[in-house]
């Protein structure tokens, strides 16, 4: 069968700033989080690969962006890094910075790509972190701000804005875990910085259209779809309150323009409710998003907490475990669960709960350590599991847009092999390969591929 996509449907790749571009001397960048990390403690990246060399994206731009043409983009999304933007987060920008994103992005357009840009991915300036980070409302001001110069910098070339990527995975691995900094387990002060990064959010919409009442701006959220470990009461409130945590948090504000009950009531009983005024309730309503970015990896399994374990301090365990199922398909290199249904089951809910809001699958991808094993006499990697990933994936959101679902494009992570967090260069998740030592890139098959796919607007699979 040949999967056929609606016309005009976005084809590309997602990445970011602080994953790809690095640092060079006199480019006028200033620290984020994840530079400081790295200074503090190489030790917690893997093989310490840091992000000040990433994939040296900063050098080499222009070559990089051919490869989106080889690989058959008509859209891309990456971010600005504010630590690159505006050194120490409110104060003076960086010209040099100016003058690489405005080529950039020139470079961008030349091509023909759409261009969706995002402000935020996981980087704080490490001046601002310094002041308590996003527990300091003084943060959300100054990201205000940095939004504001953003649109009136760069809007001529920008298709489309976005606030945030995944904004709850610095509240979860940051303050519920120990995998962003500052690595702190505190469910008070991650409740307090999940609501000042959505009023950040929603400040910046409302800039955005001040700025160009016209241009579509959205936030990007990793909607991991919360399924019960069986049919019983306590499992199945489990994962209404797992899909309340993860994704509703930020969806229903985002969307809707306020929280939903169940979850303030279960923050008041706990006494986390966070520090708000009813002028910043009445900016979140007033200013909510144009699109949606859904981000899809795995789905999340629950079940209802063992009350001997209970957690101290009170984390998220206090109210719904996570379950192993037997049997699950997984990637064993990245330990996460392949389970295509679960985008189909995403976008029916969109569907039915949210309006059909326009939506696009803003990542998706498959990580694999070792990709060298899989090179052919000729050198080239042949990620076929890549492909039949992609291919699976797609299967299951052509089947969604059949049924209704107002999904406008599929952007895959990656374009290039990128650094990736602690985790830096150890799973790969490119069109491109990366040689670290050299610098060399390198076409995988998945990117010879992927060029069909969007010059034909569509697969051909089994049924």
Known sequence: MFYQFPENFWWGSSTSGPQTEGRVEGDGKGDSNWDYWYKQAPEKFFDQVGPGKASTFYEHYQTDIDYLVKTGHNSFRTSIQWSRLIPDGDGEVNPKAVAFYKEVFQRIKDKGIRLII???HFDLPYALEEKGGWLNKATVIAYERYARICFELFNPWV?????????IVPVEAGYLGQYHYPAIVDAKKAVQVAYYTQLASSLAVRACHQVDEDKKIAIILNLTPAYARS??????????IAALFQAKSFLDPSVKGEYPKKLVA???ENQLLPDYTDEELKIIKEN???FLGVNYYQPLRVQAPDKRKETHPLNVDHFYQTYDMPGKKMNPYRGWEIYEQGIYDLAMMIMKEYDNIDWVLTENGMGVENEGRFRDETGQIQDDYRIEFIKGHLIKLYEAIQDGANCHGYLLWTFIDCWSWLNAYKNRYGLVELDLYTQERRLKKSGEWYRQLANHNGFEAQE
Do not use: C, M, S
Request: glycine letters at 0%.
């Open 266 to 268: 279960i923050l008041k």
């Open 159 to 167: 298709d489309a804005w976005v606030t945030f990527n995944e904004p």
């Open 231 to 240: 049919t019983a009461k306590e499992d199945q409130e489990a994962a209404e």
């Open 118 to 120: 995002n402000l935020y």
């Open 288 to 290: 909510t998003v144009d």
